[in-house]
């Protein structure tokens, strides 16, 4: 029964939408429906309203989509959501300020010489907008009432142009920043802790091992990291679209023809270009640029988008009169001011005014800050009093963010009650049952997706698809994709459902605004080749996933909270890297090492020379241990050869009739209850018991199918591969070993003036100790104790001082014995400097030679933080995708 209302539940939705029910009110008024003819079906037919439902009640699952909404919404730490309005905002008063009227006849004067160059004017404005506005039916009317008619009078192909214009249009869904990224990531984030429950319970089914290494658990995605992973696919779809029209233009000239115009490139039309490209290139700039950099959150980036498309709407609005530009001019200078104060005093903070240069430094900032709230206020006002475009604004934000939120909403009960018939067990299933693995099941869901665009808006496949196929496909081990690769993977086919036919958005927008002599037919012509383009695009991105990965593994290695070189995610990308440059520079590191042991220690302590030998004796081995990885590794991927084609036979076999064992635990939960008064009849009993049966006996079949001799097969395997990870191991600790005393004594030895520094201080503690009462010296001793701590290697000058601090704080201070026990500090003050300056002028220099040497090898898991060019090489290997099935 759960089938029928799983079908009748898809059913509900279809004629809901069909019949031009609006979408919010849809998917939850067809979940509410069927849960409740569900519940009271149970009850009539079974006495139970629970009867029909695959697991849980009708209550459970009606609230289950408003808590899980609101779980979302209202966790701070998950508050990407909140983006949303503001760059709505954004881009609607960039819309209503008629920026893209400006780019896009000055654009189609500059490229127009260019075969097809006016095509080419309307996808370069199409990118532009897409990153600054970003709403596809702005974009498309302003171009469909401004280019088309110029397309149409220089004879340019109807389907060429509309096409052209529909296609570019559509670019806001997959440049950043854009609302659907934004949703995507809120889906995935969700889809990536199922996922990760998923990979987890495989691990431990497959292993017996309770706990799963970090580096084979999901990579979960952000909307910025969506951002960041969707620029370069943008580009690359701008691009497609670009060559294409040329292309066109230069095989049928009379279709796409130059157009000359006299006295385009004049200074003052340069002048034109100028003030009409840079301020859109530099709110891109701040926006996407503060994302990537690290600066600012996706929230963040939207209040400076929306603040400065309103600065650009302030002068807009006042263009051709006296003044326009002021507020705009007066932000520049301010953010200029402040880009001066950050780089020559550093940050500033109010609660650390020190010096009289933080003094000046703060005065700066404020004045500036101050001129930046005029510049704000300024505009605002503008913005407030012209054509009332402030309220318009603001009401088609409210209107548009209420429609997006409501949605979610909807989708959220939707997807729950899909879940309470059963239907993400039976599409996971499906998926899981497909041969051809992964990519199979892949190919599925983009199929679904590219189907679902001829009929549904992007709001709705993002919100409604994405939790149910999502955990599926991130769990799988085998393919191990990125959240945000797949994220980026769904955004560019679900662009194609603005252009589908019938109920292509973008199609209907242009229809709306396109002169009469326009067929509609001719529309939909135009629009095929662009919609294979984006197919295009998105093969190009599946098939080489560093266009998606790098960028988000580039700007989380070099921002400010990158990962240590210790993080486990990053360590096979580090010791691939690392046996590169053993390869190559193996036998310079060889001779660092040699050179280093040569260097005299005899002077240091004892402890300190058996550290540095055992650590330069290490640093020895490591090559070789780097060799028995690669050896260990080898030997994985010859045996992978026989032991994959089983391995996974034998996991579909186990997973098929781990399925069977868990509807035969639901069926004899039947049995048990079936009884003259129990929940379920005995008739129902008997048919349940005979369907144990039925089950048993292919559960047995399937365990049959398993080869005899796979447990020796996979303890083989895994002694290999546990060999493999033993190398690793060995490895990392063998160069932390390495390279710990290396530090260690390069700091005690940069600590040499400070430890210098402590003698007078020390020296004059004794002088006062007689004139101190007890308190008042155990309070000087343990004072001075702590600052020598503070230098690295003082363990001998703390002694003494302890042992001070202990007599003044018995029941019988005596001060001459607590200055005596100051003496032996002293004089162990006295033994430490002396080989420590000696130290740091003879060994210091040749440590530091050796230390540049090794640091980047031997010494990379030490360092704070990865080196900005080891950062970029370990970001480029982090973006493809790796198999790691085997290890389940």
């Known amino acids: 029964m759960e089938l029928f209302f799983l079908l009748l539940l898809i059913l509900l939705m279809a004629f809901a939408l069909g019949s031009g029910f609006p979408v919010a009110f849809a998917l939850p008024g067809s979940a509410i429906l069927t849960i409740g003819i569900a519940a009271g079906s149970g009850y009539l037919f079974a006495g139970d309203p629970n009867a029909y439902f695959s697991h849980g009640g009708a209550s459970q699952w009606l609230s289950a989509g408003v808590t899980n909404f609101r779980g979302i919404y209202w966790e701070a730490e998950r508050d990407t959501l909140i983006a949303i309005p503001l ?266 005014i020190q010096t009289s240069d933080d003094l000046v430094a703060l005065i700066l900032a404020l004045i500036a800050v101050s001129l930046l709230m005029i510049a704000i206020l300024w505009s605002g006002w503008r913005t407030l009093k012209f054509e009332n475009t402030m309220r318009g604004v603001m009401v088609e934000t409210a209107k548009t963010s209420a429609l997006v939120f409501i949605i979610l909403l909807g989708a959220a009960m939707l997807t729950s009650a899909f879940r309470a018939f059963g239907g993400e067990e039976l599409v996971k299933n499906f998926l899981q049952g497909l041969p051809g693995g992964f990519w199979a099941q892949f190919l599925i869901v983009m199929l679904v997706i590219f189907i679902l665009g001829f009929f549904l808006d992007f709001i709705e496949i993002a919100v409604v698809v994405v939790p149910i196929v999502a955990p599926i496909l991130l769990a799988d081990p085998s393919a191990n994709v990125t959240a945000v690769w797949l994220g980026v993977m769904i955004g560019l086919n679900i662009q194609t459902s603005f ?62 909270t990158a990962p240590p070189p210790k993080n486990p995610r990053l360590q096979y990308c580090m010791e691939k890297l690392t046996n590169e440059e053993f390869l190559e520079n193996g036998d310079r590191i060889l001779s660092a090492i040699q050179a280093a042991r040569n260097i005299d220690m005899s002077y240091l302590p004892e402890d300190l020379q058996e550290d540095m030998a055992d650590g330069f004796e290490k640093a020895q081995e490591a090559l070789p241990k780097m060799q028995a990885i690669q050896e260990a590794e080898a030997a994985v991927a010859a045996a992978a050869v026989a032991y994959r084609p089983i391995h996974t036979r034998v996991r579909v076999l186990e997973r098929d009739a781990l399925r069977l064992e868990e509807r035969i635990e639901e069926l004899e939960v039947i049995v048990s209850r079936s009884s003259e008064r129990g929940i379920y009849t005995a008739a129902q009993g008997e048919r349940a018991q005979a369907r144990i049966d039925e089950l048993t006996v292919q559960h047995d079949a399937l365990l049959a199918e398993i080869p005899e001799n796979w447990k020796e097969t996979y303890a083989d395997f895994s002694k290999i591969q546990k060999a493999e990870n033993a190398a690793r191991l060995s490895y990392r600790r063998t160069v932390d070993q390495a390279y710990e005393p290396v530090l260690e004594l390069k700091t005690m030895l940069d600590d040499a003036d400070l430890v210098a520094s402590f003698k007078p201080e020390i020296e004059a503690l004794k002088e006062k100790l007689p004139q101190l009462d007890p308190k008042e010296a155990v309070d000087a001793i343990a004072d001075m104790r702590s600052r020598v701590g503070d230098a690295e290697g003082t363990s001998d000058i703390r002694d003494g001082l302890s042992e001070a601090r202990s007599i003044m704080r018995s029941r019988e201070p005596n001060t001459e014995e607590a200055i005596a026990e100051i003496d032996k500090s002293l004089a162990a003050l006295d033994a430490d400097l002396a080989w420590r300056q000696k130290a740091a002028q003879d060994i210091l220099p040749q440590l530091e030679v050796y230390e540049a040497a090794v640091a980047d090898t031997i010494g990379l898991r030490q360092q704070e933080r990865l080196p900005n060019d080891i950062a970029l090489d370990v970001a480029a290997c982090l973006s493809g995708h790796r198999d790691v099935s085997l290890n389940f």
């Open 499 to 560: 252009l589908t036919p019938p109920f292509g958005f973008a199609l209907f927008y242009l229809r709306g605004v396109a002169p009469s002599v326009v067929r509609t037919l001719d529309m939909y012509k135009g629009v095929i080749a662009f919609i294979c383009l984006q197919l295009v695009a998105l093969s190009i991105v599946g098939l080489y996933p560093p266009l998606v990965n790098y960028l988000p593994n580039r700007s989380s290695l070099l921002s400010e």
């Open 87 to 352: 760059f709505v905002f954004m881009g609607i008063m960039l819309q209503r300020s008629k920026i893209a009227e400006d780019l896009l006849v000055t654009m189609a004067r500059l490229f127009g010489p260019v075969p097809g160059g006016l095509g080419i004017s309307v996808v370069f404005v199409g990118a532009l907008l897409a990153a600054t506005t970003g709403i596809v039916g702005a974009t498309v009317v302003a171009m469909g009432l401004i280019s088309l008619p110029a397309m149409l009078r220089n004879k340019y192909s109807v389907p060429l142009a509309t096409g052209t214009i529909a296609a570019s249009g559509t670019l806001g869904q997959i440049i950043p920043p854009s609302i659907v990224l934004i949703i995507l990531a809120d889906q995935l984030a969700s889809a990536v802790d199922q996922a990760g429950s998923l990979r987890q319970t495989l691990y431990k089914a497959s292993t017996g091992e309770l706990s799963m290494p970090s580096d084979y658990s999901v990579v979960s995605t952000s909307a910025g990291e969506m951002f960041l992973g969707a620029f370069l696919p943008g580009l690359v779809l701008v691009g497609l679209y670009m060559l294409f029209i040329m292309g066109f233009a230069l095989i049928n000239p009379k279709s796409a023809p130059a157009v000359h115009e006299e006295g385009t490139f004049t200074r003052g039309f340069a002048l034109k270009v100028v003030i009409t490209l840079v301020p859109p290139l530099a709110l891109i700039f701040l926006v996407l640029g503060s994302i990537i950099a690290g600066v600012a959150t996706v929230n963040q980036a939207g209040a400076i988008g929306a603040i400065g498309a309103m600065v650009m709407a302030g002068y807009r609005l006042r263009d051709g009169k006296r003044g326009a530009y002021t507020p705009a001019l007066i932000a520049i200078l301010a953010l200029l001011g402040l880009a001066l104060v950050i780089a020559f005093f550093g940050s500033v903070n109010i609660k650390l």
